[in-house]
């Protein structure tokens, strides 16, 4: 199981931050290479295609835990992302939040995507953290509602 857990904080009210973080069709505006639809209730699913053109993958969740506006947890049940994940939206104040995104997921390919997560681990952590950084831009542009 490997492990990773990228925090942002995001000069924005927390309540903001999870209409944005939980609003999918906007998702790739902010993430990187990732688009996603879905559900916003315990049970239901989200898909989200990560990569480049038809060159990526499918990751396939089903919601485990749904506490706006500040924490969701998901199973991942696709074939390359299999494990949970987790965002939680902390209020520091009125006008500032942090973002915690967490996941915790069985790696494939065996023994090769073992060996080849320390490097992997590198390079998804600064993916995920320049998208928290531009959820922060995106987050401060949106229209509060």
Known sequence: MAELVVEQVVEAPAEQVWEVLTDWGVHDRWMLFTRAEGGSA??????AFTG????GFLDTMTITVWEPPHRAVVR????????????????LGER??????????????GVLGRLAWPVAKVVVRLGVQVSLRRLERYVQRRPAG
Do not use: M
């Open 76 to 91: 991942h049940t696709g074939k390359v992302v299999r494990g949970a994940g987790a965002f939680e939206v902390q209020p």
């Open 96 to 109: 500032r939040s942090r973002v915690v995104w967490s996941e915790w997921v069985v790696l494939p390919f």
């Open 52 to 55: 480049f053109g038809r060159f």
């Open 42 to 47: 315990v049970g239901e699913s989200i898909s």
